[in-house]
């Protein structure tokens, strides 16, 4: 396979591309401790979508999750624009974006996009940590690799550890389960202090807003990444509106693919928060209606503090 022209062919599409062969992440995960599957095509094409910082406040009736989720969902943008470029070539080929079992942020390091940042991101000098990941495994051999060759780091740099709420990050290491992006996206009871911490309907942008290399960037944004109007969430569609009417309306949104459930139970830690008392009845309502403990013993809690 010709290295240059692939990387010609996905650079029409993507504004960061590398390539490697498999084997060499293979073995860069096994000298690095981390655990991966093993895959068999022996070429990966990393590639990396620009998106912009857009900072929207939650109201008293709407709630806005992280700006990633802003615009068009990207697991399909990102799926949809490597399809585009393998539909022109004779491969076989299998997508990982995001919810897959692989590292991207190691095959991200192992082409040398981007650093490994303090903050566990991927850091590109061009895009900063703004920038979406995919990877494109393809069942043909290639010459040679295609890296960007790109080498900075954090130096002393401690801005994302200090301005962290949770203390999720710390030199050297990085506790995942006192991530706040982590714990809202999971199904679980939140205890008192997630839910004073928690600020997000989904996900959390904290540790990008205070990275010095997000400082004058290339702050691009593509079509698909364009405000929809569907960046706030009324409160009143979120506790009222059935799963399917929800999704319907709120379609194509990222912050969409882990439930409504999840977004339900964001939005009572930032109703305590805000001390806002306005949805207490219908907070009442969905602990009846909703039988997953996780969820119910979190409204519980929260309605308990609002009402008193």
Same mark, same amino acid.
Request: proline share 3%; with cysteine.
């Given at each position: 396979?010709?290295?240059?022209?692939?990387?010609?062919?996905?650079?029409?599409?993507?504004?960061?591309?590398?390539?490697?062969?498999?084997?060499?992440?293979?073995?860069?995960?096994?000298?690095?401790?981390?655990?991966?599957?093993?895959?068999?095509?022996?070429?990966?094409?990393?590639?990396?979508?620009?998106?912009?910082?857009?900072?929207?406040?939650?109201?008293?009736?709407?709630?806005?999750?992280?700006?990633?989720?802003? !615009?068009?969902?990207?697991? %399909?943008?990102?799926?949809? =624009?490597?399809?585009?470029? $393998?539909?022109n070539l004779p491969y076989e080929y299998l997508i990982?974006?995001?919810?897959?079992?692989?590292?991207? =942020?190691?095959?991200? =390091?192992?082409?040398?996009?981007?650093?490994?940042?303090?903050?566990?991101?991927?850091? &590109?000098?061009?895009?900063?940590?703004?920038?979406?990941?995919?990877?494109?495994?393809? &069942?043909?051999?290639?010459?040679?690799?295609?890296?960007?060759?790109?080498?900075?780091?954090?130096?002393?740099?401690?801005?994302?550890?200090?301005?962290?709420?949770t203390n999720a990050l710390f030199d050297g290491d990085y506790d995942i389960n006192?991530?706040?992006?982590?714990?809202?996206?999971?199904? %679980?009871?939140?205890?008192?202090?997630?839910?004073?911490?928690?600020?997000?309907?989904? !996900?959390?942008?904290?540790?990008?807003?205070?990275?010095?290399?997000?400082?004058?960037?290339?702050?691009?944004?593509?079509?698909?990444?364009?405000?929809?109007?569907?960046?706030?969430?009324?409160?009143?569609?979120?506790?009222?509106?059935?799963?399917?009417?929800?999704?319907?309306?709120?379609?194509? $949104?990222?912050?969409?693919?882990?439930?409504?459930?999840?977004?339900? =139970?964001?939005?009572?830690?930032?109703?305590?928060?805000?001390?806002?008392?306005?949805?207490?009845?219908?907070?009442?309502?969905?602990?009846?209606?909703?039988?997953?403990?996780?969820?119910?013993?979190?409204?519980?809690?929260?309605?308990?503090?609002?009402? &008193?």
């Open positions: 396979m010709n290295t240059k022209s692939l990387y010609e062919s996905f650079k029409t599409k993507f504004d960061v591309v590398g390539i490697i062969k498999t084997s060499n992440y293979l073995s860069t995960a096994k000298k690095l401790n981390i655990t991966v599957p093993n895959v068999e095509y022996p070429t990966i094409v990393v590639v990396g979508l620009s998106y912009p910082k857009r900072i929207i406040n939650h109201t008293k009736t709407h709630l806005a999750p992280s700006f990633y989720t802003f !615009g068009m969902d990207y697991h %399909k943008v990102i799926t949809t =624009r490597i399809d585009a470029v $393998m539909k990982g974006v995001d919810n897959h079992p692989h590292n991207e =942020r190691l095959a991200a =390091r192992v082409a040398k996009i981007g650093y490994f940042g303090k903050n566990q991101l991927i850091i &590109n000098k061009e895009l900063g940590t703004y920038m979406f990941l995919g990877l494109v495994f393809i &069942n043909e051999k290639i010459n040679d690799e295609y890296i960007l060759n790109i080498t900075d780091d954090c130096g002393e740099c401690r801005k994302c550890i200090e301005a962290c709420p006192k991530c706040i992006s982590y714990y809202n996206q999971a199904k %679980k009871d939140l205890n008192n202090q997630e839910l004073k911490a928690n600020y997000s309907l989904f !996900g959390c942008d904290i540790c990008q807003l205070v990275c010095p290399k997000n400082i004058n960037i290339d702050n691009k944004t593509h079509s698909e990444f364009e405000l929809s109007g569907k960046e706030l969430v009324s409160i009143v569609d979120l506790f009222t509106l059935s799963n399917k009417d929800f999704k319907e309306k709120y379609n194509n $949104m990222a912050y969409l693919w882990k439930g409504k459930t999840i977004l339900m =139970r964001n939005a009572l830690a930032i109703l305590y928060r805000q001390n806002n008392k306005l949805y207490n009845d219908l907070i009442k309502d969905s602990i009846k209606k909703h039988p997953m403990s996780w969820y119910k013993d979190t409204a519980t809690k929260v309605l308990k503090k609002l009402e &008193n």
